[in-house]
């Protein structure tokens, strides 16, 4: 089971009261996958990625963020998932923006992408989202031996080998997604 220093790993398949509705019910679906994943319960106040590596001294590259995007093509909108290492930012303008094969892509409104997931602000996730959404991982984080990420709630965290990222659903791996600014 992953684990991080300093965390309590428990088992997700036993602890999905620890995860978002949406969470609990992909991870149901999908016991392979829920069975080599870990859960670990935090203080909401440490949620941010930020606040989290700082209080448990936790590895940005091992860390994950996913962020929403969207924008539309011939009046059709199109959504994605990004999830690119704590350390680096999403490329939205450039390659993500090319594979939702849209002219512009934006950060999905707050409001809608918690409404849309079903997760809380803070806690988004890429296991379980909606279906009809685009998944992007930087292959970047498929090299970690364990990734710490939201898990739909802001109480907690998923902690799951890097690999793991490429048998999500509809995950599309992308190298580069994830770039340092400066």
């Given amino acids: 089971m992953p684990s991080f220093p300093g965390l309590t ?32 319960e935090i203080d909401p ?24 995007i969207s924008g539309s093509r011939a009046g059709e909108e199109r959504i994605a998932a990004c999830v690119v290492a704590a350390d680096t930012r999403a490329d939205v303008n450039n390659l993500a923006k090319r594979r939702l094969d849209v002219r512009k892509a934006s950060f999905h409104p707050m409001d809608r992408a918690v409404a849309e997931t079903g997760m809380e602000y803070g806690g988004i996730t890429p296991v379980g989202l909606p279906a009809h959404w685009r998944l992007f991982v930087d292959a970047a984080l498929l090299r970690q031996d364990a990734v710490i990420l939201g898990s739909g709630l802001r109480r907690s965290k998923l902690l799951l080998p890097g690999a793991l990222l490429a048998e999500l659903a509809g995950a599309e791996l992308v190298e580069g997604l994830g770039y340092r600014a400066g």
């Fill in 9 to 40: 790993s428990l088992p997700a398949a036993d602890r999905l009261d620890l995860v978002a509705a949406p969470v609990a019910e992909a991870l149901r679906a999908r016991p392979d996958l829920a069975s080599r994943l870990a859960v670990v």
């Fill in 45 to 68: 106040d440490l949620a941010d990625t930020e606040a989290m590596t700082r209080a448990f001294n936790l590895p940005l590259p091992a860390s994950a963020n996913c962020v929403v």
